[in-house]
């Protein structure tokens, strides 16, 4: 008979999952917090331990720096509960070597399931391993958070925690707007090489011509009128990672040397023969579908494995809606500090009405939709009206007019220039180079506009992938 240990500091709650483990077969025993918890490890050996993240006299961080400590007992499952999900919590309890972590109110099934899982985990000798490197600071931007505590979310905090400490590369799938860059800075922030420089490439963004200067750097004279060396992407990123946004935009004919960069970390800058070294970590998002790029034979099978090492699928925001109020929430104090007005609330009408759309453009549109209604709203209640949604917008184009007609003439016109870059942006799928043709402007023009309108916050070839807007959300 497996033994299991429950810790928590409300007995109730101790009582009701007792019940249901021993109804299940399991031997249970309880504490209520860290210092009990490690003496009846000690003195019971118990093969799986439920334990709540925050309690008086110390709780799961505690617990599981403890076990970790200790040689013999480093290897006993810990399942962390917790009523504060956020993906701080989840990610450092992961690192510190938690089985799983579970949000609370429980629920059976997935009690019955989870500890099934980790005994037979634990009877495998397959226990996870742990995860080094320090964790990631409670002084962290607001904006760098990632709001969520839905199970799809819970399951990426716990990805993250997995493979962070680590040096593998690092493929993040999910659509436009999820928040694949965001994902990809926790896990360097989480990383050994956090004090490195974390370096992005839109491979959508930048011209085939110019991406390979900007990946691997040239010397004097490559270029006709270039009278100066300059340092490629992967080299200034030694001791730190680079992020390959849109990679499934890599031209074919850059993907071998792609590959050699991964495989060997050197290269060579263009107009040269010598051999440079970088050490540097390779993060890759996309959101293409690459096995049918494999297919067709745009993108190449061997550089894909390599790529994939480890795959973090994010969800997008209609499979985890329990985070869209969160989210909204969030979005609204950021984009009111950004905007400088007043703090609107929403109503429960506005609530209820944001649950129900189905979001095409996943959390940058909800982002982009709080912001618009917020502006609307001018510091009072948030109503339905003040809703904005792009499918609204895309049927309604006479009352988003109404709308605009009602704003100061430049916000108006800020307004009207978001609409159409957002959408230009959607229709092209994050390529800003395409999404300024069919804009009618320079695409230099553009990158100026993202950043003045605050949809964008980096200059061409360094910072072009997905904004912290786009991403799951902030801290």
């Not at 009128?225 to 499934?248: H, P, Q, Y």
């Not at 970390?265 to 010598?274: A, D, H, I, K, M």
């Not at 339905?384 to 704003?407: C, R, S, W, Y």
Request: glycine share 6%; proline share 4%.
């Amino acid at each position: 008979m497996s033994r299991v240990l429950i810790v928590d500091d409300e007995r109730n709650l101790r009582v009701t999952l007792a019940e249901i483990l021993e109804q299940h077969g399991y031997e249970v025993k309880e504490a209520e917090n860290s210092t009990q918890a490690l003496v009846a490890i000690e003195r019971q050996q118990p093969d799986l331990v439920f334990c709540d993240w925050k309690m008086n006299g110390g709780g799961g961080e505690e617990l599981l720096r403890a076990l970790r400590s200790q040689q013999e007992h480093r290897d006993i499952p810990v399942i962390i509960m917790t009523a504060y999900g956020t993906s701080g919590n989840t990610i450092q309890a992961i690192q510190l070597g938690a089985y799983d972590f579970i949000a609370k109110p429980l629920d059976i099934d997935e009690i019955v399931a989870t500890t099934h899982r980790a005994l037979e985990h634990a009877r495998l000798q397959a226990e996870v391993k742990d995860l080094r490197g320090r964790l990631q600071s409670s002084s962290a931007p607001r904006q760098e958070e990632i709001v969520g505590s839905s199970r799809p979310m819970l399951d990426v905090f716990k990805d993250i925690g997995r493979v962070a400490a680590s040096d593998t590369t690092v493929l993040i799938q999910g659509e436009s707007g999820t928040g694949k860059e965001l994902i990809a800075r926790s896990i360097h922030r989480n990383s050994s090489r956090r004090t490195g420089p974390f370096i992005v490439i839109n491979c959508a963004a930048i011209p085939a011509e110019l991406l390979e200067s900007e990946l691997f750097g040239h010397e004097r004279g490559a270029f006709t009128g270039d009278a100066s060396r300059n340092a490629g992407k992967f080299e200034a990123a030694n001791g730190g990672t680079v992020f390959l946004d849109e990679i499934g935009d890599l031209p074919l004919s850059l993907q071998p040397k792609l590959l050699r960069v991964l495989q060997e970390q050197t290269f060579e800058r263009l107009g040269s023969n010598e051999v440079l070294r970088s050490d540097f970590r390779v993060i890759a998002a996309t959101n293409c579908d690459l096995a049918e790029l494999m297919r067709e034979q745009h993108f190449r099978q061997d550089l894909y494995y390599r790529l994939s090492a480890f795959t973090i699928h994010l969800p997008p925001l209609r499979d985890r809606r329990s985070d869209i109020v969160p989210l909204a929430e969030h979005f609204r104090e950021l984009c009111a500090k950004k905007n400088r007005v007043p703090v609107a609330h929403f109503s429960e009408e506005a609530l209820l009405r944001l649950q129900q759309y189905s979001y095409p453009g996943n959390v940058r549109e909800l982002e982009h939709i709080v912001e618009r209604a917020l502006l609307h709203a001018q510091g009072r209640v948030i109503l339905p009206e003040h809703l904005l949604f792009e499918e609204q917008i895309g049927n309604t184009n006479t009352q988003f007019m109404d709308v605009l007609a009602k704003l100061p003439l430049h916000e108006s016109v800020a307004e009207w220039e978001k609409f159409r870059i957002a959408k230009a942006l959607e229709e092209t799928g994050g390529n800003k180079a395409e999404a300024a043709r069919r804009l009618g402007i320079h695409r230099r023009l553009l990158y100026e506009k993202l950043k003045t309108l605050g949809m964008e916050s980096s200059e061409p070839g360094e910072r072009n992938g997905e904004d912290h807007a786009d991403a799951i959300g902030s801290n």
